[in-house]
């Protein structure tokens, strides 16, 4: 791996990019209610990466954003490059069927300990999928792109994956995206309960709920599991208490969790009352990001892991304590800019982990893919 110099997201997307609340940051495009408008989405509603109505949002942004920029072509195909089977592919399928564009994905997932593997998939709708364990394997993937006459260039709508693909490479660099993550609820419960936090109990109570046994009842929400830190860490409730009740049954979703600490709200510390009416209220409107000053402290992690270093020793060391960006997708996405595609990018990152309170802002603080880091990859 080489370090190719440093760089923001947005030399390569510009402001072409929405995160979870399909805001578009480029005020040349649509308000995501002007476009939930014109296609009949009820005020307010912000549809998930997996859902169809996310698709159909996305196809109208990227039609816009091909009339801006390259009005004499129409978009023929799509190219998406993520790092999930899941939820890009998902999202993937669902654009090709609204659109009725061909496409092609890219799905990279790191693993050096393995050797070189593709794998051609499908999707339900009949998309092909381009399964490789390097990032490396871009390159590759355009040439076969060109082998099966969907050459990338005019015509192309290229999108890409922010989280663990641009930015901290999945099975290269992503842990240290979890990392930040952790970091973000250890300080928001550390400076919420003050003297009375202790870092190995947050810690023991943070991996034990964080791991897929529990997910049925955490929906696998980070702002559920950060709010679930701060009651059992406060000491309001007991862990094993909470194990217990969920293992019985007798608590079977987190809904039902907040509801108990709301019953119980005069015995929570006076630090935490006014935190604790704040994400009950978001709770009861469904806001799935109802912990604010968790994600914000998620924003700050993450710029404080951004390019920490100024002369870096090595590639390894970057990929080992900083989130970096993918070289070898920021290559071939402005390889593919050059030849006339369409560039979006897409996150499911909630905006408050992402953009700068009002407040930061006013201070010079700037959303992530304007933070520059450093740009590490093997090509
Ligand atoms: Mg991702």
């Not at 979870?20 to 308000?31: I, M």
């Not at 550390?190 to 709920?209: P, T, W």
């Not at 897929?212 to 701060?230: E, G, M, P, R, W």
């Not at 009740?245 to 509801?259: E, P, R, T, V």
Request: hydrophobic letters at 40%; charged letters at 25%; a negative charge.
């Amino acid at each position: 791996m080489k370090v190719f110099g440093r760089t923001t997201v947005s030399e390569i997307l510009q402001d072409r990019i929405v995160f979870r609340n399909l805001s578009p940051l480029d005020d040349e495009l649509p308000a995501l209610d002007v476009i939930g408008k014109e296609i009949g989405l009820a005020k307010g509603y912000i549809p998930r990466k997996s859902n169809i109505d996310y698709a159909r949002v996305i196809v109208k942004l990227l039609k816009h954003v091909q009339n801006l920029d390259a009005p004499n072509f129409e978009i023929d195909n799509l190219i998406l490059v993520g790092d999930t089977l899941l939820n890009d592919v998902k999202a993937f399928g669902n654009i090709c069927q609204v659109s009725g564009w061909s496409g092609k994905a890219f799905i990279g997932s790191e693993n050096m300990d393995e050797p070189l593997k593709i794998e051609i998939d499908m999707t339900d709708t009949g998309e092909e999928l381009y399964l490789a364990n390097r990032w490396s394997s871009l390159c590759a993937f355009d040439r076969y792109c060109v082998e099966s006459n969907m050459e990338i260039g005019s015509g192309t709508a290229v999108v890409i994956d922010l989280d663990k693909t641009v930015l901290g490479a999945r099975g290269r660099n992503s842990h240290v995206i979890d990392q930040v993550r952790i970091q973000a609820v250890h300080n928001t419960v550390k400076r919420m309960l003050g003297q009375s936090f202790d870092k190995n109990v947050f810690s023991d109570i943070y991996e034990h709920f964080n791991s897929v046994k529990f997910h049925s009842f955490t929906s696998d929400n980070q702002d559920y599991l950060a709010y679930i830190c701060l009651v059992i860490c406060s000491g309001l409730l007991s862990k094993n208490q909470l194990e217990n009740d969920i293992k019985s049954g007798d608590l079977q979703s987190f809904l039902q969790f907040i509801a108990i600490v709301e019953a119980q709200k005069h015995d929570l510390m006076p630090d935490l009352v006014s935190i604790h009416a704040d994400i009950y209220d978001r709770v009861q409107l469904s806001d799935p990001t109802p912990f604010k000053s968790f994600r914000r402290n998620e924003y700050l992690s993450t710029i404080e892991f951004m390019g920490k270093s100024t002369n870096p020793a090595s590639a390894k060391e970057i990929l080992l304590n900083e989130i970096a960006v993918t070289e070898e997708v920021r290559d071939m996405a402005l390889v593919w800019k050059e030849r006339g595609a369409i560039l979006f990018g897409l996150s499911d990152k909630p905006d408050e982990a992402s953009i700068p309170s009002t407040e930061l802002a006013r201070q010079g603080y700037v959303p992530i893919h304007q933070v520059e880091a450093w740009s590490v990859g093997g090509v």
